[in-house]
């Protein structure tokens, strides 16, 4: 019997589904996320038609419940996504497809694809950052993906804010001026009245964006001490911002510590689906 | 033959060094940290009063070098303690006593003897604290001490300060106002012109304080979430200070994420020589 790895990232926006063994063997498809009924059952039926599967990851945005004691094990839970707060994704699919599930949220998936096949290959200790609709975070610690309590929320981080130079309060309903409060997309985009895609690569908006960056970046660095720091999502697509997040980063740092190096992602679009195989396979 | 585990705690201002496999098994003498050499050889001689041992653990002051693939593996590397910067200390001690050495940082070691021993006994998730001279914080993270590029510096996080309450402007050399700059037992007495000790519970400095560490640990809890944070050191001994923290730690996070349990460690003044214990046994 041929040995089989399915790989769900589940999205808040859309599902992506596929089987293989890494990015150059790779069947995927993709649909919109609907209710849990309708989305679940697609991708139950995508892995029915390419036989049994030897194992299963998914990738899922969250909150998730990761405690393998817990009664909720494998659920998406407090999300504020409509229909989607308690969903059993991983009993649910794993007992239709009678297989064993890897689950884990779509960063730290996200940390261990690139750790594998992407920009952090062979490296163990790798932060990945996403920055877009929200700021989510996901690490390899020694090899380790990082659970714990609950799993990294590192968006939620707090940072300096100076309210004299950005007078902005923020835009996350539980914390205001966190870091995805002041830096994810919406943030900026509510900051500056345009979507950050439209603001020129000499736009004061960007040089604001680097420090919150960095000023997170530099919480990883304080608590995870990670060789790699990877950023990827929608507003880290404005290439100026590498340059001037390395620099904010080595200004902060300021020669205590040595900055580990901070770049994109190399698996692009991909990167959260391989990271769900890559839990596969992991098993 | 009988197996001897050794233990040294090397701090700035002592060694302790002790022979034992746990608190109720622990033979134990100090000595000031004068010169690499003098001190060194005061660890040696203890050592070898009693026997060979089967195994050493150092957690040792820092910065350190925990990379096996680096020349400096073992070392105390950049420290401004006169004298001791770029000292072997694993190798000396190793190759004179003829023994293989686990090297880490105190507050590692602290993590992993309460842990083991301790405030967090059985819980694979801790984060360490330290709350005095400075401010150190080591982690354990699914059971495994966490190291990286170089190791956890959670004094050096940067933290929101807000200027117009509080303008003391911080007192770390590197980072100002990074959560050492403002938090530790020296920034407290600048900023109050006498030593915390001399400072009542009801004395704006703790509400404060209070709100500083709690930024701390917010920021451990979205990077690396740990189940239990123990939080040690001569600040820490002001009891007010622990229900002051856990309440601003409820107010930052606002129910987005649960706290972990936060108290002091149980091991008291041994936490640090048990933590080299610890690490011998570990292998």
Known sequence: MNTIYGGV???????????????????????PTTTPDE????????????????????????????????????????????????TDISGILGRALGV???FDTDVNAAALAESRW??????????????????GGGALAGG????????????????????????????????????????????VEQRWGTRGENLPPDHPAWQLEARYLAAGVVGVVCTLSPRRVIMGG?????PCLFPMIREEVATLL???????EIGPPALGKDTGVLGAIALAMVG
Chains 1, 2 share one sequence.
């Open 234 to 238: 929608g507003v880290m697509e404005q």
């Open 254 to 260: 300021n020669g205590y510590v040595q900055a580990p």
């Open 39 to 86: 989305t679940i059952a697609q991708a139950i039926a995508f892995f029915r038609e390419r036989g049994p599967l030897s194992a299963l990851g998914i990738a899922s945005f969250g909150p998730v419940d990761l405690d393998p004691r817990s009664e909720t094990y494998g659920y998406i839970t407090s999300t504020p996504k409509a229909g989607w707060a308690n």
């Open 118 to 135: 992407g920009a952090a290959r062979g490296v163990d200790d790798v932060v990945y950052f996403t920055v877009g609709t929200g700021i």
């Open 9 to 31: 990232e589940a999205g808040g926006t859309k599902f992506v589904c596929a089987i293989g063994t890494g990015p150059d063997d790779l069947e995927r498809t993709s649909f």
């Open 144 to 187: 380790h993906l990082v659970h714990g309590l609950l799993h990294p929320e590192m968006g939620h981080m707090r940072i300096p804010h100076d309210r004299a130079a950005d007078p902005y309060p923020g835009i996350c309903p539980y914390h205001g001026d966190c870091l995805e409060g002041l830096a994810s997309g919406p943030a």
């Open 100 to 102: 064993q599930v890897r």
